[in-house]
Every structure is written in C-alpha cells, then in structure tokens.
C-alpha cells in the first residue's frame, strides 16, 4: 500500500489526546499551548513508526474504546497498588462518551495520501484496520515539518468533533 | 517579558509522567534549559539591536518525547524550535513556501534564530 494512487480519499484515524486541559493551562498561563503536532509524532508506544486506524474499518468511537480496553485491561494484570492508581487515574469514568465530552479527547482524520507524498512507506492493515505508517520520530519530525509549521491545526487534518467522535459508525 | 517566557517554559516542569494520557514522559530537565538558554540567547542578541516590534513572545509546549517547542510567528513567517533530549531541529517556515527544517547545536540554533529575527525586523 505505497502509491499514491492507491491511497486518495482514503483516510486514517488517530487518538488525539485533549489539548486545552484546564489543569495544563490554568497552571501554564494564557501562552502555553500543548501542539497538536504531538499527534502525528509516533509515541513511545509505536513501536514501528506511527500506529493509525483506517477510517473505513474503524469507528471513531471504536478507537478511543480501544484505549479503555487497553486500561482495563492493563488494570487487571497490575503488579502494584501504585501502578494501579495511575491506570485508574487515567481510566477516569471509563466512557468514551466521558472521554470525550469531560475530559476533551478527539480523533483527528488525516488523508494517508498525506504520508506517501512525504515518502512514507506503509504497512498492510490487519483485519481491524490498524497499520503503520513506517518511520521513526526523526523521520516524521523532517518530512512533515510543512504540516508543522503553518498552524496549529493543519489545513489537511481535521479534529473531528464531539458528534463526530461519538459515531459508532465507519466512514470512508 | 521575557521572564514571563521563563516562568511558563519552568511551568512544563508540572507536567507529570502520563500528562497526556498516552504515557508520555515528565518533560527532561536538559530541554527545559535548552528552552531558556535559547530564549535568553535571543533577547541578548536583540537587545542590541533597535527592533521596530517588541521582542517576540513564543508560543510554548511540550512534545511527547521529554521536548519543549518553542513557535514565533514573526511577519508571515514562522519559526518552529523542537528541543528534545538527543537533537533541536528548527523549522522556518513562510507563507506558500517549504519549509527550511535543519538541526543545529545549542549555540548555532541561539545565532540562527537571533539572526532571523533581526533581519526581519529590518525589512
């Protein structure tokens, strides 16, 4: 799945964690701003480069259930009370709906286009639609600094709404 | 002014392990300096220059990956610094064109951006 051809009007899903948090900025002041660029830099936990969702085989809704799946999950095998805390602490109310509309998580849509025009390659998908786009941080921090640096939301990504993150059905 | 850039690039240091509920890192220590010793590279710079703006107040946030990015928007050009442990790559970027991105030690990045704001300022 590497040409470009194969890849118009088909878009991928990420998480995007919130951004305007209102503990962050209370405390930061009216400046600080945590970037949205975060959200296409591979994480820590990409392990092979940059972990998306095909949007045609995944709800946004799926996605972020995904992550409290994980929680649960990662909850009943905890070691420790203090890591048990933490994974509570981060479960919250244990809703997407919650996830979304009281703590601000989104899913941000990006064209995969988007990445084999930067030279990307990229993995199949799997059968629930998870692939990775290949490269390191480095990688992304280099290609797409075009994306970077125009705006705090690129022109090419969009930032689904509150509705649109709770749609339990795919798109294209 | 310029302290209060101080104060919010000191203030990343609130940011716990998991601030953003993806298992980020607490933002490292070394990159928090970095941030300062680049703003106060500039501002040192600057000041010995007759600027016809006051100096440029920086947007500042935390990367994922233990960083700090620093963005000026400065006429219609913007500068993107992203300081993380193991390099700073800088982006500038103007309106309709590619971006220039390039990673540059700590002093190298102080003189580049220094440089920038000031030949802008005397347009």
Redesign the interface.
């Known amino acids: 799945m590497t040409s470009e051809s194969n890849t118009e009007e088909v878009y991928v899903l990420r ?1 995007c ?2 951004t305007d948090r209102q503990e ?1 900025i209370n ?3 009216a ?5 949205l ?2 959200v296409i ?1 591979p ?3 990409d392990k092979q480069g940059l972990s998306v969702y095909l949007a045609r085989q995944t709800s946004p809704h799926s996605l972020l259930q995904m992550r409290i799946d994980e929680i649960q999950s990662q909850l009943a095998n905890a070691a420790s009370s203090i890591e048990r805390e ?1 994974l509570l602490k ?1 479960l919250g109310e244990g809703t997407v709906k919650s996830m979304v509309e009281a ?1 601000g ?1 989104r899913v941000v849509r990006i064209p995969l286009a988007l990445f084999v025009r930067n030279g990307f390659d990229i993995s199949d998908a799997d059968n629930l639609g998870h692939l990775n786009i290949i490269g390191t ?2 990688d992304f ?2 290609r797409l ?2 994306l ?3 705006s705090d939301i690129p022109a090419e990504i969009t930032v689904l709404s509150k509705e649109e993150c709770l749609l339990e059905t795919e798109s294209t | 002014m310029v302290e ?2 101080f ?2 690039i000191q ?2 240091t ?2 716990e392990p ?8 607490a933002i490292s220590p070394k990159c928090l300096k970095q941030a300062q010793e680049i703003v106060h590279g500039i501002t040192k710079y600057l000041n010995k220059q007759t600027l016809p703006y006051p100096f440029p ?9 233990e960083g700090v ?1 620093l ?1 000026w928007y400065l006429m219609e050009t ?1 500068f ?1 610094v ?1 300081i993380e442990p193991n ?1 700073i ?1 800088l ?3 103007q309106r309709a064109k ?2 220039d ?1 390039f990673c540059l030690p700590l002093e190298q990045s102080i003189a580049y951006l220094a440089q920038s704001f000031s030949e802008l300022g005397e347009r």
């Open positions: 998480r964690p919130p962050v405390a930061q002041g400046i600080l701003e945590i970037p660029l975060n830099l994480h820590k936990n933490k981060r703590e998580w941080r480095e921090k280099k600094a075009d970077f640096g125009d | 209060k850039v104060g919010t203030r990343l609130l940011l998991d601030w953003d509920g993806e298992d980020a890192p107040i920086p947007s500042v946030g935390p990367t994922n990956a990015f963005r913007v993107l992203i390099e790559m982006q500038k970027k590619c971006a991105v």
